[in-house]
């Protein structure tokens, strides 16, 4: 296999992404993968959900303090207003439900090279009042074929 600089900066992205998801985990809570995915290897004194797809696609699930202290909708626009700023392409939004709980759901695309990669971001406010932040990337075509999966794990979180 030759190793391109297209290929470099493919396992770069992968693998940064891969660093950058970490956080906890809900004592209580039950979290699987989506289909396909294995789950990463962590420190379990972190309680971090991580998992990839064998062509690169990661999916995390953390949890992060409500501060400030605010309603959904509040998460919402601070979310989205953020992502677009620091320079993220909108691709859609929309509700989502995991059991009872509602939740927003913002789809990014962001250019890396000579490849776009999706960037998928779910809020969820829990029972306890904590943040569950779901994240999944990877290359768009790649995403895309493991999208459905993806959000039918996701729905499953609390």
Not at 28 to 41: D, E, H, K, L, R
Not at 87 to 99: K, L, N, P
Not at 114 to 143: H, Q, T
Request: proline share 6%.
């Amino acid at each position: 296999m030759i190793i391109t600089a297209t290929n470099r900066i493919y396992v770069f992205v992968v693998l940064m992404l891969l660093v950058c998801f970490t956080g906890c985990l809900p004592k209580q809570s039950q979290f699987s993968t989506p289909a396909g995915f294995a789950v990463y290897p962590h420190d379990d004194a972190v309680k971090t959900l991580k998992a990839v797809s064998p062509d690169g696609v990661v999916f995390r699930i953390k949890t992060e303090p409500n501060e400030p202290k605010a309603d959904l909708s509040f998460w919402k626009e601070a979310l989205k207003k953020r992502m677009l700023n620091v320079g993220y392409v909108f691709v859609r939004e929309s509700d989502i439900r995991a059991g009872t709980n509602p939740g927003y759901l913002l789809e990014l695309a962001a250019p890396v090279g000579a490849k776009d990669y999706a960037y998928l971001i779910v809020v969820f406010i829990d029972p306890e009042d904590n943040l569950i932040i779901v994240e999944s990337a990877g290359e768009v075509m790649r995403f895309a074929a493991r999208r459905n999966d993806i959000i039918s794990a996701i729905q499953k979180i609390l």
